[in-house]
């Protein structure tokens, strides 16, 4: 496969791949398959009561019962910051969800932001720190940001 970069993004590619210490190709190459696997990614969350998920270890938690929803990465906003769209299943297939579904379903993480924390596949703990509903093409889904809880 072979592509061209039009040449004004030509100094900005090379210093973002000399950053990293890799070659321009070698970026790019990550780039690409980066974007593809967060694709065709979920990632299994739980939600736990903030005080539940600061107490003790979430992990036993998460091993005991099924994920509460599941999320699709957006973009990773920061290091200790990532944008996702919670996912819900339907018949089968994941939707996303709307801001107007969670409030009719009077869901307690979304009417209560501050009283819950989301506990991702693996342990990590995560708060909300703000939620949007977004169109990016595929009609209107909530998009969250969630920031990484320090240990």
């Avoid at 990614?41 to 929803?69: C, F, N, Y």
């Avoid at 957006?74 to 996912?87: D, G, M, S």
Wanted: charge should be positive.
């Amino acid at each position: 496969m072979q592509f061209r970069i039009p040449r004004a993004y030509g100094p900005r590619l090379k210093a973002a791949a000399e950053g990293v210490g890799i070659s321009a190709t070698a970026w790019v190459r990550q780039l690409i398959i980066r974007q593809l696997d967060r694709d065709n990614t979920t990632v299994q969350a739980w939600t736990l009561p903030a005080g539940v998920a600061k107490r003790h270890a979430p992990v036993r938690e998460i091993q005991t019962h099924p994920p509460d929803l599941f999320l699709s990465p957006v973009e990773q906003t920061a290091p200790t910051e990532r944008t996702f769209r919670p996912l819900q299943r339907i018949e089968g297939t994941m939707k996303p969800w709307s801001m107007g579904a969670l409030r009719a379903h009077d869901v307690a993480w979304f009417t209560n932001p501050q009283g819950y924390r989301f506990v991702l596949a693996g342990g990590s703990v995560w708060g909300l720190v703000v939620a949007l509903e977004m169109d990016r093409g595929d009609g209107p889904a909530l998009e969250m940001t969630l920031e990484l809880e320090r240990a």
